[in-house]
């Protein structure tokens, strides 16, 4: 498994998400601006490797892919063909490959992208916000996606959501309702998933974000980074939720959710 470690050289842990790699499908220009080989913590019980594509929609303001969001324009490439060399090398190894951003759904290639790697046996997992459920529709009912994490960023409210994305939400909430009801009636395996954040969430949050999923398989709370570069540079400095604060949050959305689950 050393023939990627190339690609690592000279880069922290941070720098390799943002580490960048352009590929060229017969179909698709589709830049790629990141990629982790191995990694144990994207996927649930899978070794995977991640894919970042650029630029989103939102303006998250403790979003921690600030450069990947906003400057991406900016960052060098690297050609796909040595990723796919690397992934056909050691599929043995992977489980399957994460697409994650920035916000995926918003490239109209993506179809292209999953096709390929599907194409060459490895299982995708798609991380998306939610605001392109007709992506999300043809990625899962033509099964080039087999996993669908939906980050649910606040209550399904256009003051509370906007708030937490960083733009007006007026235009996207009725989107993200739509794709919530894809996964809940498709076929495909989903979370959906909420980051909790100091000044952004309370426990009677995650209880009303949980209404709007009630009965899914898989609800995932995860806790606020810190220490990290964020968007709103206010943001970076926020201490965590505690163990105890983090318990809270849990028992309040397992009341509506029983398959919750805490991570990190």
């Not at 992208?113 to 899962?140: E, H, Q």
């Not at 994490?149 to 235009?171: I, M, Q, R």
Request: charged content about 25%; glycine content about 4%; overall charge negative.
């Amino acid at each position: 498994m050393d023939s990627f470690r190339h690609f690592r050289v000279g880069f922290s842990a941070q720098q390799i998400r943002l580490h960048t790699v352009k590929y060229s499908l017969a179909s698709t220009q589709m830049e790629i601006k990141g990629f982790i080989d191995i990694s144990f913590s994207d996927w649930d019980s899978r070794v995977s490797s991640v894919i970042f594509l650029p630029k989103c929609n939102f303006r998250c303001p403790f979003c921690y892919n600030k450069n990947l969001v906003l400057e991406s324009d900016t960052m060098p490439t690297i050609a796909y063909d040595r990723i796919k060399e690397y992934l056909e090398t050691n599929k043995k190894w992977i489980d399957g490959v994460v697409i994650t951003g920035g916000e995926p759904t918003n490239h109209e290639d993506l179809p292209s992208l999953c096709s390929d790697l599907k194409r060459i046996g490895f299982s995708v997992k798609l991380d998306t916000n939610g605001t392109n459920p007709a992506m999300i529709r043809k990625l899962t009912e033509d099964n080039m996606a087999d996993y669908v994490a939906l980050d649910l960023k606040a209550p399904l409210t256009e003051e509370e959501y906007s708030k937490a994305c960083g733009v007006s939400a007026a235009g996207f909430l009725d989107r993200i309702r739509e794709a919530i009801q894809i996964l809940l009636w498709g076929n495909v395996d989903y979370e959906f998933r909420t980051t909790v954040v100091p000044t952004l969430h309370q426990a009677e949050d995650v209880e009303r974000i949980c209404q709007a999923v009630k009965g899914c398989r898989k609800y995932a709370l995860q806790n606020y980074k810190s220490d990290v570069e964020t968007i709103d540079p206010r943001f970076q400095d926020l201490k965590p939720f505690s163990t105890a604060e983090m318990e809270a949050f849990f028992q309040a959305a397992k009341k509506i959710v029983p398959h919750t689950i805490l991570r990190g």
